[in-house]
């Protein structure tokens, strides 16, 4: 399923929870930036769950605002084709976004 940001390289944040996730779809909402909320992809993970999917470009910003609302994240992975992810390491996310 693709979305109106995969004209741009998208990332994918894995939550700890269906709650963390529909806090952060509202966050991301009222913060204006475009996401999609997605089954977590069966490359990612074999557990069934949902996950946030946004541009790329708006990580950081992303993840400032999930540190700020105290959302930590399990995983961050960055979308290489339509079913082909790459985790994006610890070093590369905000300290305060890691569980």
Sequence with gaps: ???PIQQTPTCVVI???IHF????????????I????IP????????CGMAVEF???????????LASADLRIAG????NGKNSFQPISPE???VNALN
Excluded at 55 to 64: G, Q, Y
Excluded at 76 to 79: F, I, P
Aim: glycine content about 2%; aromatic content about 6%.
């Design 92 to 94: 590369h996310l905000a």
């Design 76 to 79: 961050l992975y960055s979308r």
């Design 34 to 37: 475009s996401h999609d909320v």
């Design 21 to 32: 996730v529909l806090k952060a779809e509202k966050l991301l909402k009222r913060n204006g």
């Design 15 to 17: 939550l700890f929870s």
């Design 1 to 3: 399923m693709w979305s």
């Design 40 to 47: 977590v992809p069966r490359e990612i993970s074999s557990d």
């Design 55 to 65: 541009s790329c470009l708006e990580k950081e910003r992303v993840l400032e605002l």
